[in-house]
Structure formats: C-alpha cells, structure tokens
C-alpha cells in the first residue's frame, strides 16, 4: 500500500509565491512515468495530489515531486519546504477525515463533501484513475456521508453565513418562501447564497459596490443584481438582508432603512450583519419592524455549534476507521486481481484450444451444436474458477496476499512477471 501517496499544500501555510504558482497539484502529473493514477483535491484552503505510485516508491515520489516543480516553475527546495506527504494507508485515513469535516476548518463543514465528489467526477472523465483511486475516493465519500447521517457533526450551523440564516428563521419561521438580499459578492456572499440555496430559498438578490461583481454572483443563483446606490429599494422588496462586505464604513445607513420600512406595508425585516467593522449603523436596531443582528449575536450561537460538534468528533472517527479498515481489505484484494485476470486469460486459452480440437474431431458439426459446446465450456471454466476467486480475495483481503500468490502461481504454472 506504500504506492498510495497524497501530497499536499495548504493556502494557510504556504507563501504567496507559492500560492499564486499553484492553483492545482495535477498540473504535471500526467507526464510523470512514475504515477499510474491520479487525482487532485482543490479548496479554498488546500490543494491535494492524490496518486497511485509504480514499484520503487521512493525513487518514484522523488521523480513526481520533481514533475510537480518543473510544471509549476518552483524550485524543488521550496516546494518540500511546504507540502506535507500522506502514503499508505495514512492516505485513506486523511481523504476520510477530509471528506467528514474533520480536517476542515470549519470542523464538520458540508461544502467539502461536494468538493470530494466533483474531484473524483472530474478524474474519472479525463480517465486520470484507475481501480486503487477509485476505492479510495469511493471509501471517503462513503466516509462523508456516514458522518453526517450517522453523527452530529453537521446537525448545528457553524458557518457565519448558515448560522447567520438560522437567527433570521428564529424570527421569520420557515424562509423557503421569504427573499434574500445579500450585500457583498465575495466569499461570505457566497457562502450565503450556497446555504440559501440549501434551504430552499428560490428569490434572492445580490447588491454589491461594483455591479459588474454582483451580475457575475447573481448570474450563478438565478437571482437579481443591484449596485449599492440601489440599496433603499432592494431592502423594500426583502424579508432577510445579509451584509458582509470589507468597507471600512457603514454601507446600510439608518435612512436607508427607515425609507425602506415606510414603504414595507408593516413586514419585519431581518438585518444580519456579518462584517467587521459593521455593515450596518447601529441605530437602524431603532428602526420600528427591524431585527439586527451582528457578530457578537452570531459569535455566541458558533461556540454553541463548536461544542456541539466537538462532542460528534469520536464517533466521526469511529466512522473513519472503521472505513479505513475496509478500504484496507478491498486494496488488498485488488493486489491479487493482475494474478487472477492471468488466471482467467490461461483458463480460457486452454478452453478456446480444446474446444477447437474437439470440433475438427468431430467434422462437420451442427451450428447449433457447437454454439451450444462453447456455452457448456464457458460455464464449466467459469464455475470451476469461481470458488477459488473468491477465496483467493478473501486471503488476500485478510492479509496473507503473498501466499495466496505464490500459491496460484505454483498450483497453476503461472510465471512471475519478472519471470515471463
């Protein structure tokens, strides 16, 4: 399993020289001879190589780091100074951890499950992997999805933007009917609209200070675009206004909102804001119909999501392990797979010949006849190596791979590959 090997680099850690080079580790791993398989992880906070290794493990890292460093444009030197290396089954462990919201820096995030899947979609249609990274991004996912159905790590909103929603249905009740603004188009904004989504939030609009941004987030959600000039009316159409932009002064001033409500027809509206410093003057909590609330509101309701998670962690390890136990014993049985594909490749070279033979020493046999010889043959190599199969998967799966090895090998006169 020393093959496997996952080399990665985190955006927290890394210099921006190295960062602004390095927007995906796959970039040179196709033309390293020594990667069989790959696949590449990319986040906001990281960017991962996952890659299946031919024999001679240490001299092919080196050559992959190599490739990577070439590709790339750095030096070696820096590029180990700051990727941290996985290998074995250390490497099943860590996607598994990744994939449950262990690792992340949001403990228990939902948004890098997704981001695990789209890794493994986008690798399997440019044909970059093969059996082993297959099993190991079906294990995490599997991972994932164990996590957050069979634990709590993701039962709480630990998001500022989903936590930011949650206070505004305490107020509004269910918001899948209501209607958003969110105010800023950068990360947050977008957290926003992705968790808006995920609550089933269909109306929603973006108001941002360059309208360009704004059409460019709101084109993603189908939903409007207005620049801040246009704030007063985007509040008058709105139940909830989410606000987390990096002005250094207030963008919602308490005019604006007091215009907005006078023409509201006497409905609440929900203020969150997100920012520091604040979005919103704080007078505009004065404002009759108006419900603010701001980060220390927001701060309180996270420790809370915090402890809450903190408390699912050990049974999200369970769930890890127990994934990674399997994941062991399914790689263990893809070892001996090359060994009985030969097998099957000698038994039905054997079967093709003697059911020639048998023909030409039967002359001139109906067509129905011989079709019906060659399913016989088929059926009898196929059930008398079927029982073998499986045990010779089971072994493997145990552990004792070698034996079963050499075992087939010898009962079966099968040459060693550096034999043939």
Do not use: W
């Amino acid at each position: 399993m020393d093959r496997l090997v996952c080399l990665g680099l985190s955006h927290r850690t890394a210099p921006v020289e190295l960062r602004e080079r390095i927007g995906s580790l796959g970039l040179g791993a196709e033309r390293c001879p020594a990667v069989l398989e790959h696949a590449a992880l990319q986040t906001c906070y990281r960017v991962e190589l996952y890659a299946h290794l031919t024999s001679g493990v240490e001299d092919a890292r080196d050559e992959l780091v190599d490739a990577l460093s070439t590709a790339h444009g750095v030096t070696r030197e820096l590029l180990l100074d700051h990727l941290y290396v996985h290998a074995g089954e250390d490497v099943a462990r860590h996607l598994c951890r990744v994939a449950s919201g262990l690792d992340s820096l949001v403990l228990g995030e939902a948004e890098i499950l997704g981001q695990v899947r789209e890794a493994f979609a986008t690798a399997v249609e440019e044909e970059t992997i093969g059996d082993v990274l297959t099993l190991l991004f079906r294990t995490a996912i599997s991972a994932g999805r164990r996590a957050r159905a069979e634990t709590g790590i993701g039962a709480n909103p630990a998001t500022a933007s989903s936590l930011a929603l949650a206070l505004a249905e305490g107020v509004l009740g269910e918001l899948r009917d209501r209607r958003i603004l969110v105010i800023g188009a950068g990360r947050i904004g977008l957290q926003t609209l992705k968790a808006a989504r995920g609550r089933g939030i269909a109306q929603a609009a973006v108001a941002n200070r360059t309208k360009a941004r704004a059409d460019d987030l709101a084109r993603r959600f189908d939903a409007t675009a207005h620049d801040l000039d246009e704030l007063e009316a985007a509040l008058v159409e709105v139940d909830v206004a989410i606000s987390a932009t990096s002005s250094e002064a207030p963008v919602v001033g308490v005019g604006d909102v007091r215009r907005a409500m006078a023409r509201r027809a006497d409905r609440p509206l929900v203020l969150v804001d997100l920012a520091v410093p604040a979005d919103v003057e704080r007078e505009v909590a004065d404002v009759d119909g108006v419900r603010l609330f701001d980060v220390d509101d927001l701060r309180a309701g996270l420790d809370d999501a915090m402890t809450a998670r903190l408390r699912e962690v050990p049974r999200v390890e369970a769930v890890v392990e127990d994934e990674v136990e399997e994941f062991g014993r399914r790689y263990r049985e893809l070892e001996v797979e090359p060994l009985l594909s030969e097998l099957r490749r000698q038994a039905e070279s054997i079967r093709e010949r003697e059911v020639d033979r048998a023909l030409r020493d039967l002359g001139d046999v109906d067509q129905a006849v011989a079709e019906r010889m060659e399913h016989l043959s088929r059926t009898l190599v196929k059930r008398l190596l079927h029982d073998p199969t499986v045990r010779a998967r089971e072994r493997a799966g145990a552990g004792d791979g070698d034996e079963v090895v050499d075992a087939v090998r010898d009962l079966f006169g099968i040459s060693a590959p550096s034999d043939q």
